[in-house]
């Protein structure tokens, strides 16, 4: 498992680890006071269209895949903006969706992921993604 959330000045998220089982622990480095919760619970998983919004690091909730997707978004932010799609049963990567820096509007087809996934989203500012079933 990688980082769940880096993070520099105030803020706040949620995000899901997937894959994951037994005993964990959080190694936090901070210079400043902050708090953790970690609950035991199963994400609820939507089906496509479905859309997503934050404005910093997130792994989303899961979607149902049955083929082929399209994968939309807006990103207006200064820095990096990294979108990873997540296999739940293990927590790998399946699919690499973008790569950028600097505000970004854009989208991209996945062909054939079949089964429950997320998104692994890295930004340093507001974002919007919307996963669509492709034909």
């Known amino acids: 498992m990688g980082s769940i959330a880096n993070r520099i000045g105030k803020g706040s998220s949620t995000t899901w680890v997937y894959g994951g089982s037994g005993n964990g622990y959080f190694d936090v480095t901070a210079d400043a006071a902050w708090t953790l919760k970690a609950t035991a619970e199963l994400p609820p998983v939507g089906d496509p269209p479905i859309t997503y919004k934050g404005t910093t690091d997130q792994v989303t909730s899961a979607f149902n895949s049955a083929g082929n997707l399209t994968v939309s978004w807006v990103y207006t932010g200064p820095g990096n903006f990294i979108v990873n799609l997540d296999d739940t049963l293990d927590g790998s990567q399946a699919d690499t969706i973008a790569n950028v820096i600097g505000?970004?509007?854009?989208?991209?087809?996945?062909?054939?992921?079949?089964?429950?996934?997320?998104?692994?989203?890295?930004?340093?500012?507001?974002?919007?993604?919307?996963?669509?079933?492709?034909q």
């Open 103 to 134: 505000r970004s509007s854009d989208s991209t087809q996945l062909f054939n992921d079949i089964g429950v996934f997320a998104l692994d989203v890295t930004a340093d500012g507001p974002w919007a993604i919307s996963v669509t079933v492709s």
